[in-house]
């Protein structure tokens, strides 16, 4: 693993956006509890909602500076869990009483603008190919296209708060979105040490370092359960 800065702004990219996602989960669900609790109500809703948030990205920080995730040898490697522990907390997060609200008060368009963040995230990314840090089939212009989708969020969030663009435009980016999200998951995680996929030159181990591992940990839990409440809410304004 090469050496690398904070002062990178590819690496700063890695604190940076994590922490604007959880500003905007506590965004989210004081706007979800607005109309049921009094401002102070709300607020504290969020307040608690983003220390759990806090609390999650310290703990997947410190098991990363320990070095346990790179214990590949082990059955189930210790990333494998981290990796089921992403999928159930997008989904429980998702389908929750929070989710619920937060599907049900948070305007269309927010929910998909927030997965705009996967374009400035895509090109640190690339950057860091660049670096010599990530493999460059996560990147761009390797097999991942995942940046697709975060520039089409905020060409399809304009449309829709414009009122230009309905259900079906964002249903349809939502599958794609998906899609990609799911596309990138894979070769991720064959690219991991376990199964060299593309080779032991073009290992992805940067993400068991901090503060890489917020990659997982926070961008990718928080692209699936956004895709999951946008899928929810569309479910929601069928029903209504």
Known sequence: ?????????????FVAIPLLLVAALAWGTAIAYAD??????AGRSAAMVAAGACVWMGFTHVVATSGVLREWDRTPPPFALLVAAIVIGAVALAFSTLGRRIATHVPLWALVGVQGFRLPLELAMHRLVGLGIMPEQMSYTGRNL???TGATAIIVAALVASGAGGRRLVALWNVLG????????????????RFQF????RLNVFITYPPFVWLPAVMVLAALAGHFLIFRALRITRTA
């Open 178 to 193: 998906f899609g990609l999200l799911v596309n990138i998951v894979v070769v991720a995680i064959l690219s991991t040490p």
């Open 36 to 41: 049921e609790n009094p401002r102070a109500g």
């Open 1 to 13: 693993m090469p050496s690398y800065s904070l002062t990178e702004p590819a690496v700063f990219a």
């Open 198 to 201: 593309f080779g032991t030159e």
């Open 146 to 148: 995942d940046i697709v």
